[in-house]
């Protein structure tokens, strides 16, 4: 029940010298990352996470997502980049991408707070008008542009609806422990709070309460979600690359990456892997894109995206690889029925299940991209359980880390998402002394537009 790697539509890429020269680093940067000695190692606690949280924490996440559950139709979660992303791949993954429209007994689970568009967060607030509503706000730092404007927004709906005191019962915050903005105001209004350890980053934090609770009041099993990552945990110490599929995902896109292959693209033949895609985006963006390097990763969904960026793979600028997830088990059955008639001269396909037809397309897909000269990297996953999640989200994170180290930077830091943000408070006037020299440069700027 291991994730693995299968290197065969990759290996005719690599030279065995190419190969063996990356192996002692990747297997450096593994033990760099188990000893906490390299750049960024006040940011390691996604490592032991699966093992090392707050029992008691974690016991009342359970306890407030079934007061939750009982409480509301609807529950927004609030939250941009790694405080939102995860949960939303967690959800699609481990239940579906139609999650909301599907029967079931747990709460409507809506996204808020990761965009600046008034149309889309006058529409969650029109779709919530009629229905019970419960929130939870998740920001690290707690002055995120985007989330704060919209849990103000959102606050105001809940204290028209319910009155301020029934409102505050309804809203759950995720935050860092003492400090910040949202820190103070949960503690002024009553708010229950979870914590983002300080030595987690946003898009390493969703098996923190980041993940868990919303999660939690989805009905996912949260047990199993810890087990898969605990599980990969330890399977991943193996500091050999031969025994660890972590490090070898690691060598193979340095490789590449040296080889001038600067885009690495996920693909996945399955839609609700699209948010899975963009956690991994942001995960490997902000880790790796730094100091004028790294990877630019990008997502397809095929066999969809076959019918538009297909033709780009197939034939154009022989600059990227593709790393496909291959999930092996699907959840559920469908096949072609047989048509008598066969006016649609399908029958060849009859009885045939729709996953084997999606793996067909892959074979087909994988000897084709091979051929039209671009490497192939695939990622074995067994099926779509929490437990595999789990897995997966350690997977991606160590081998990120160490592929991080492997290039040579600091894969927990993110100064260029930091500097957007200085920039907008300083365009939208917040009072800060700190930001008066960047508000006058940044005027004077906008008046040459
Ligand atoms: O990975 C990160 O640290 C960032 O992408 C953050 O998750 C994102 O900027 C949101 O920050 P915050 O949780 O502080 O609102």
């Known amino acids: 029940m291991s994730i693995k790697i299968n290197n065969k539509y990759i290996k005719q890429f690599v030279s065995d010298e190419e190969y063996n020269a990356i192996v002692p680093e990747v297997e450096a940067a593994l033990e760099t990352v188990k000893k906490g000695t390299g750049a960024g190692s006040d940011f390691l606690g996604w490592y032991t996470r699966p093992v090392d949280y707050d029992k008691e924490e974690y016991a009342r ?81 707690g002055t995120t542009t985007e989330p704060a404007v919209a849990f103000r927004v959102i606050r105001e709906f809940l204290e028209d609806k319910y009155g301020k005191e029934e409102a505050a019962k309804r809203i759950f915050v995720t935050t860092d422990k003492s400090r910040g903005k949202l820190k103070e105001l949960s503690d002024r209004n009553g708010y229950e709070t ?122 154009g600028l022989r600059n990227m690889f593709e790393t496909v997830v291959d999930i092996k088990e699907s959840k559920h059955t469908i096949t072609v029925p047989d048509d008598p008639e066969n ?27 091979v051929d039209g000269d671009v490497p ?22 160590l081998s990120c880390a160490v592929s991080g180290y492997t290039l040579g930077v600091n894969p927990f830091n993110q100064p260029g998402v930091e500097a957007y943000k200085k920039n907008m408070f300083a365009l939208l006037g917040k009072p800060d002394p700190a930001l008066n020299e960047l508000k006058k440069s940044l005027a004077e700027r906008m008046s040459q537009d």
């Open 376 to 397: 192939n990297i695939v990622v074995e996953v067994p099926n779509r359980s929490e437990y595999s999640f789990g897995q997966l989200v350690y997977f991606f994170e």
């Open 343 to 369: 006016a649609d001269s399908l029958n060849y396909l009859s009885g045939m299940s729709f996953n084997r037809i999606n793996h067909r397309a892959m074979n087909a897909t994988l000897f084709a991209h």
């Open 61 to 141: 996440i359970k306890i407030a997502a079934k007061k939750i559950q009982g409480m509301c139709e609807a529950f927004i979660v609030i939250g941009i980049g790694g405080s939102y992303l995860g949960t939303r791949a967690a959800l699609d993954f481990i239940k579906s991408n139609h999650y909301n429209n599907l029967p079931k007994d747990t709460p409507d689970i809506y996204f808020a707070g990761y965009s600046l568009s008034s149309s889309h967060l006058a529409d969650i607030l029109a779709v919530c008008e009629t229905k019970d509503v419960c929130i939870n706000v998740v920001s690290k730092s």
């Open 194 to 315: 979870f914590v983002i350890p300080d030595n987690i980053g946003g898009r390493y934090s969703v098996l923190t309460a980041v993940g868990l609770l919303p999660l939690a009041v989805a009905g996912v099993n949260t047990d199993s979600l810890l087990e898969g990552a605990e599980d990969a945990m330890n399977e991943y110490k193996a500091a050999s690359v031969k025994d660890n599929p972590c490090l070898q995902y690691a060598a193979y896109r340095n490789i590449m990456y040296r080889k001038g292959k600067v885009t690495e693209m996920l693909v996945v033949y399955e839609p609700f892997f699209r948010m899975f895609c963009e956690w991994w985006k942001q995960l490997f963006g902000e880790s790796e894109g730094k100091d004028g390097k790294g990877l630019l990763p990008a997502s397809v969904i095929f066999s969809t995206d076959l019918h538009s960026l297909g033709q780009y793979i197939q034939e």
